[in-house]
């Protein structure tokens, strides 16, 4: 526990589950299987297992060694790795203002998705018409009062896990709530899969299409790769100051990431299969969830109704584990500032539940969807700010901090449990990935995302 507060995770197992918790979200489960097959399935794949190698998981074994060689917040994290040069502590400030945002918008969405779950329950779902699928959401999304509400209640579970503490709130609900994940998503792939039909969806998931695969797939792939690891905004930096003392960061590292791209698949195969199965498209964004989902679950007859509330069930609880760690993050940095840790949860979860609220009113025909920032809507820029832009800026500061300013000294004795632990691939991992590889490819793809 290298904490001031003295908290941290019980064990390597608790930090694996809880990091993992906040990897996979609805990044894996809504996002990562629509932008796989859009983008050139297999294709797709390649490019993404190169980004999550070379820059997502090198950028989560940086953040580690950052967080538990300092044990604290970004914003003291860096400063006190550079001769406590208040400058850094913008590095870490950015971070935590993209986490700010991400909890931001993610509240809305698990908000639709706890409200999808109840829908399943009570079989109001169930008895929408095929084609009323897209107004039932719209209609939905763009009021007033539902959205705010499961959002709030989200947000609700969210914070009183926050206030339990690191070892007795996340890291024991992670260490509940990712089998129970794990196992749920393998029931809907195995109904999904042997469903009739079903090959078309494992085909339009898996068979590569370099014709697909453009600079705007690319780009896609990279932030991705970042936002699924939960990687470059400083979120494993907390963590890492959790970790236990012996904890080996490079096995840590690559259990985390095998969990995150694993469940990704498995959800792509869970979903795809089904809506061919049932001839249904497949769209993008929330369409494929909250309105192509629903109708392949109704075509599935009694048991469906199951299955609509397992998926919703699901995706919330992967929902949960990562905004607790958005929430930690801002809990974390608040606290260290001589606020209690409950009022620093409360704080920070009513400071970010307005621009929450603000993005659900401002989404589809809201009642502030005529409020523009920049020409867009106030959701659909944080979905931009969030998604494509902030993670690789900021993650690109954080390689460039680790491979070029921090000492490598104390890179090696963090990363070698002083000493204790062998590091055969540091040379590598140093030299060649973390001051080149990463960093170039980061840049690349940032200026040329930003050129088109
Ligand atoms: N990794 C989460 C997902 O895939 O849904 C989202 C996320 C959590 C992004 C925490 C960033 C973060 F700091």
Redesign the pocket.
């Known amino acids: 526990m290298a904490t001031k507060t003295g908290e941290g995770f019980s064990s390597s197992f608790g930090a694996i589950m809880a990091a993992a918790g906040?990897?996979?979200?609805?990044?894996?489960i809504?996002?990562f299987p629509y932008i796989c097959g859009k983008y050139g399935g297999g294709a797709f794949l390649l490019v993404y297992i190169f980004f999550v190698i070379f820059i997502g998981m090198i950028l989560m074994m940086s953040e580690f060694v950052i967080g538990r060689r300092t044990g604290e917040d970004p914003m003291k994290a860096y400063p006190k790795l550079m001769h406590h040069r208040p400058g850094w502590k913008f590095v870490g400030l950015a971070g935590l203002i993209?986490?700010f945002l991400?909890l931001a918008i993610?509240l809305v969405i698990s908000g639709w998705t706890l409200n999808y779950f109840w829908e399943s329950l009570t079989g109001t779902l169930a008895g929408i018409a095929d084609g009323d699928f897209g107004t039932h959401f719209n209609e939905f999304a763009s009021s007033v009062w539902r959205p705010v509400i499961f959002l709030v209640l989200f947000l609700v579970f969210t914070t009183i896990v926050i206030i339990g503490g690191v070892e007795k709130g996340i890291e024991r609900v992670s260490k509940l709530l990712m089998p129970i994940l794990v196992v749920l998503l393998l029931v809907l792939c195995v109904r999904s899969l042997t469903l009739e039909g079903a090959s078309a969806g494992v085909a339009y998931l898996f068979q590569p299409d370099f014709s697909k695969l453009t600079g705007e797939g690319i780009l896609a792939a990279l932030g991705q790769a970042l936002?699924?690891?939960?990687?470059?905004?400083?979120?494993?930096i907390v963590y890492g100051s959790y970790l236990p003392v012996d904890d080996n960061i490079l096995k840590t590292s690559v259990w985390i990431t095998v969990c995150?791209f694993a469940i990704a698949i498995l959800s792509g195969i869970a979903i795809f299969p089904a809506v061919f199965a049932c001839g249904q498209d497949p769209t993008g964004g929330p369409g494929l969830v909250y309105q192509v989902l629903p109708m392949v679950f109704n075509s599935l007859g009694g048991i469906g109704r199951l299955f609509s509330i397992v998926f919703f069930l699901l995706l919330a609880l992967?929902?949960l584990t990562?905004?607790i760690?958005?929430l930690e993050?801002l809990t974390q940095w608040l606290s260290s500032e001589k606020v209690g840790r409950t009022a620093s949860a409360i704080l920070m979860s009513a400071a970010v539940v307005l621009l929450a609220v603000a993005a659900s009113l401002s989404f589809g025909d809201g009642i502030w969807s005529g409020f523009k920032l920049g020409g867009m809507q106030l959701f659909d820029l944080l979905d931009k700010l969030t998604g494509t832009i902030l993670?690789p800026v900021c993650a690109l500061m954080t390689i460039l901090f680790f491979g070029w300013f921090m000492k490598k000294d104390d890179i090696i004795d963090e990363l070698s449990n002083h000493g204790t632990v062998k590091i055969g691939y540091f040379n590598v991992f140093y030299y060649f990935l973390a001051r080149f590889v990463a960093p170039l490819a980061l840049l690349i793809v940032l200026i040329s995302g930003l050129i088109n």
């Open positions: 906040s990897a996979v979200g609805l990044g894996n809504w996002r993209t986490c991400i993610y936002f699924s690891l939960s990687v470059g905004m400083g979120v494993m995150d992967a929902a990562s905004a760690s958005l993050a993670p």
